[in-house]
Every structure is written in structure tokens, then in C-alpha cells.
């Protein structure tokens, strides 16, 4: 599985911690930025990662900002992306097992990296369980198409 990761200034420190984790799984990952403190637009991080995953390059998409929220409503104005953010474990299985989510986002300002590990390890672990949800996820899709804008 390749995985796209980046994350804002707001998110640098967890981004360095996650990397090590995907290291240490053996994870296929691209670090996408950014690479410093100085401050970054967390709508441009944000597209880099959902355009990776939109464009079939990546299979899933790891996103870090201060709260986690500004890269999640960013990538998910990108057709196809189905961003979560997820800041407990239940909720990272539960955006893959019901929502066949493709990215995830987490806040650095929010939780510890500790916490932050296990959820990128059951988020990634987690299969979409299709089922009931297929319809569901499909039904996002529709809402996409009502505006005018391809999905994948
Ligand atoms: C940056 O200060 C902060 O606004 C950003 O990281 C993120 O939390 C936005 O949602």
C-alpha cells in the first residue's frame, strides 16, 4: 500500500512521528511537505496528498495540521477523497469499515503521538466492510456528480 503523507507547520512535529512509524511498519509512504516551521496554507498541503490519492497513485492519504479539521475540509473538496479525521480509535475503524475512508487527518495540537500511532495503525489495518455501506458511500459519490464534478 503507498501512502501519501504531509502535513502544515501546525502538524510538522506528528508528520516526523508518523514517517518513523511507517518506517518502522515498512509502509510505502511519499512525505509530501512540508519540511520546515515556517508557516504554510493548509489548503495547498491538503491538495498535494488528496490529488496523490485522487489521481490512483497512492491508495490512502495521511494529513497533520494543527486540528486536523482545515486539511480535512480542504481534501475533501477533492472529487473522490473521503478525508476523516479521527482522533480516537474507534472512529479511525469506523471511517474505513463504514465509510471506505481514503484519507485521514489528525491534529498535533490535539493528541500525543502515542495516541496518534495506534489510530494511523488501525485506520490502515481497517477494510471497508461494504455490505450496507456500499450503497452509502456510492450516495457520496452521487452528491459529487449532482455538482458537476467527476469521481473515482
Ligand atoms: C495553523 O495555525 C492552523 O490553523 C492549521 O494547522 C490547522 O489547524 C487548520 O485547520
New binding site residues.
Given amino acids: 500500500m503507498k501512502v501519501a503523507l504531509a502535513?502544515?507547520?501546525?502538524?510538522l512535529k506528528l508528520k516526523g512521528q508518523i514517517a518513523n512509524f511507517f518506517k518502522e511498519w515498512g509502509i510505502d509512504y511519499t512525505d509530501f511537505g512540508t519540511f520546515s516551521e515556517d508557516?504554510v496554507d493548509?489548503p495547498d498541503i491538503a491538495l498535494q496528498v488528496a490529488e496523490a490519492v485522487q489521481s490512483g497513485d497512492y491508495e490512502r492519504g495521511v494529513i497533520?495540521?494543527?486540528?486536523?479539521?482545515?486539511?480535512?475540509?480542504a481534501a475533501n473538496k477533492v472529487p473522490g477523497i473521503r478525508a476523516s479525521q479521527c482522533h480516537d480509535t474507534f472512529s479511525a475503524r469506523a471511517a474505513r469499515e463504514h465509510n471506505n475512508a481514503n484519507v485521514l487527518t489528525m491534529?498535533?495540537?490535539v493528541i500525543g503521538f502515542g495516541l496518534a500511532r495506534d489510530i494511523v495503525k488501525v485506520w490502515l489495518e481497517a477494510e471497508f466492510q461494504g455490505g450496507r455501506h456500499g450503497p452509502r458511500v456510492d450516495k457520496i459519490s452521487l452528491i459529487e456528480q449532482k455538482y458537476n464534478r467527476c469521481s473515482r
Fill in positions: 502535513g502544515d507547520h501546525g502538524g508557516p493548509y497533520c495540521c494543527g486540528t486536523g479539521i482545515g486539511v480535512a475540509i491534529g498535533q495540537r
